[in-house]
């Protein structure tokens, strides 16, 4: 099965993974921006509140937690299936293990928008601790996934 994949195109599929990621930290740093936005558009006086809900902040950062969850998902599994492809394996280390930690942590952020919905308080506050937890596991592994891209090209 490792033999079907050119050698040029699995060394560059290495890279996919990591682009996608540092794509997928910008969107959540800026669906973070949204969600404060929506939060300060649901606290705000009633005057300021009719000009922040043209923004439509809380249907945007909906929106865009649905995207990075799915592109999350198919970033950790195709980081995992890209890895397997070039090395016949799968290296079990930390990097691996938060991505997979981080990938769960961004389901069950997501699993509680329903409630949210409905007004419930502590889910909020549920949700936006697991997604600070989320951004701080981020940057760790932009760390570590720049350490292992160097390993990559040195070679």
């Not at 299936?81 to 293990?97: C, Q, S």
């Not at 928008?113 to 701080?136: C, D, E, I, W």
Request: hydrophobic content about 55%; glycine content about 8%; aromatic content about 6%.
């Amino acid at each position: 099965m490792l033999d079907l994949i050119p050698p040029s195109v699995a060394h560059n599929l290495n890279f996919l993974h990591p682009v996608l990621m540092w794509v997928l930290f910008g969107l959540s740093a800026y669906s973070m921006v949204l969600g404060l936005k929506a939060k300060k558009t649901r606290t705000a006086d009633a005057e300021e509140r009719k000009t922040l809900i043209k923004g439509q902040f809380a249907r945007r950062h909906y929106l865009m937690g649905s995207l990075l969850l799915a592109l999350m998902v198919v970033g950790t599994v195709g980081g995992m299936a890209v890895t397997y492809l070039n090395n016949g394996k799968l290296f079990l280390g930390p990097h691996l293990l938060v991505g997979l930690a981080m990938t769960a942590l961004i389901a069950m952020a997501a699993s509680l928008s329903p409630l949210m919905q409905q007004g419930n308080l502590v889910a909020r506050k549920v949700h936006v601790g697991l997604n600070m937890v989320l951004m701080t596991l981020f940057l760790w592994q932009a760390v570590t996934g720049m350490q292992i891209v160097n390993k990559i090209l040195t070679s």
